[in-house]
């Protein structure tokens, strides 16, 4: 594929607001993991929750785009520069030829729950004031973040699960290259909510204490929340060395089980192998790959499979230690982060993990390590088989 550049980006999670506050958690292996306190959830298990995200105020105008999940939209669109970025965009090539696609998992369901809560005891009938179009709706993302920005290109919610926010990439890059737009808002968004904490442990993957990615003892995972984005434009012929790159997409549907990875990989080793053709790159030019890895049992092992068929020897971690499984955010903030990792030269280690499994075999990092990274694989991996592998590298690596 032609590589397309992600000329800004940002993300917050749990570990920060913003870029320097997330560089520095990672490079001093800091989780942002806590005990849930959320709502009057009475679980015994962790969570990532982003700080200040109930004072965030929408604009007036956009009253009807009001809940938690496009509050911490908004808290991360205003961190690193971003929304003037996106605006320098529009007002670049149009409004009309900027397209929006965003991942959610579950979309702002807290408002649904909460107007459940207050529904009319003889009726049955939700709060007049509720809006599922602006609130609930998986649309209402996009939508949202279209609005603020006024912008009038394609626009489009992914919610494949925890693939949703990395397959926004591969949205985006096919109308880029079928010409239709210049460049493209893409990421992620999923926020806490009582349906995600009480359903995931209805399955048994909540663990009880911080997740451990990869770790011979890992029990399940931990639940957070985040936001990231990125401005996808094309390369132009003359880039500063660390700029980063787009090089590589991969996705596969291996529909094994509606909530277990295939137990050899498949789906997750056709996409990473998708990737690095997409690419036209071997094994040996990755540097790091940001695993999936969510610190459950049958996801950690189908996923070492897959590296140990392609990328036996590659340095690789799963940040989710750090930042708690953020869902349809997830393969957005770890992009994020990879690009990150790219362009200030950094191996991020696996916070929390402090026994890797030997039975998985793969070379799984516990410290964070200053080194030059020339590409990176994220990989993101959902429910029902739905696989996405992103490739970023630094235009300084393409010869």
């Known amino acids: ?6 000329s800004h980006f940002t993300a917050t999670s749990c570990i920060g607001a913003g870029l320097d506050a997330t560089l520095g958690a990672l490079r001093e292996r800091r989780s942002g993991l806590a005990p849930c306190r959320f709502a009057d959830v009475t679980l015994r298990t962790w969570i990532g929750e982003v700080p200040g995200v109930d004072d965030v105020v929408l604009p007036a105008a956009l009253a009807n785009f009001e809940c938690r999940n496009n509050r911490l939209a908004l808290l991360a669109l205003e961190q690193d520069g971003f929304a003037e970025r996106v605006r320098e965009a529009a007002a670049r090539y149009g409004a009309g030829r900027v397209g929006v696609f965003l991942g959610t998992s579950t979309a702002g369901v807290l408002q649904t729950e909460l107007a459940y809560r207050a529904r009319d005891p003889e009726s049955g009938a939700l709060p ?10 998986p649309f209402s993302l996009p939508s949202f973040v279209r609005s603020y920005f006024g912008l009038a290109g394609p626009a489009a919610a992914v919610s494949s699960a925890c693939s949703s926010g990395a397959k926004v990439y591969a949205s985006a890059r096919r109308l880029i290259e079928a010409g239709l737009i ?8 999923d926020s806490l909510c009582l349906t995600t904490l009480y359903g995931f442990n209805s399955l048994e993957l909540l663990s009880d204490q911080p997740c451990r990615p990869f770790d011979a003892h890992r029990k399940g995972i931990s639940i957070g929340e985040a936001a990231a984005f990125a401005l996808l434009e094309r390369a132009p012929a003359q880039m500063a060395g660390d700029a980063i790159l787009l090089r590589g997409i991969g996705e596969s549907s291996d529909a094994h089980h509606m909530s277990t990875p295939h137990p050899d990989g498949l789906g997750a080793r056709m996409a990473m192998t998708q990737a690095l053709e997409s ?3 071997a094994a040996a030019d990755v540097d790091y790959v940001n695993l999936h890895g969510t610190a ?3 996801n950690d092992i189908a ?11 590659t340095p690789c ?12 955010a997830a393969g957005a903030l770890e992009a994020v982060i990879c690009a990150l990792a790219l362009r200030h030269g950094l191996l991020p280690g696996g916070v929390n993990t402090t026994d890797p499994d030997p039975d998985l075999g793969v070379d799984y990092r516990l410290a964070s390590t200053a ?4 590409n990176v694989l994220s990989n993101a991996f959902g429910f029902g088989g739905s696989n996405c592998a992103l490739l970023l590298g630094r235009a300084d690596a393409i010869s």
């Open 1 to 6: 594929m032609t590589p397309l550049l992600l």
């Open 128 to 137: 007049a004031d509720f809006r599922y179009a602006g609130a609930h709706s």
């Open 182 to 189: 210049d460049a493209a808002v893409v990421g992620g968004v």
């Open 279 to 281: 690419a036209g790159l």
């Open 296 to 298: 459950t049992r049958s």
């Open 303 to 313: 996923e070492s499979q897959a590296m140990r068929a392609l990328l036996p020897h």
């Open 317 to 328: 971690s799963s940040t989710k230690g750090a930042t708690g499984h953020t869902l349809g």
């Open 371 to 374: 080194q030059p990274l020339r």
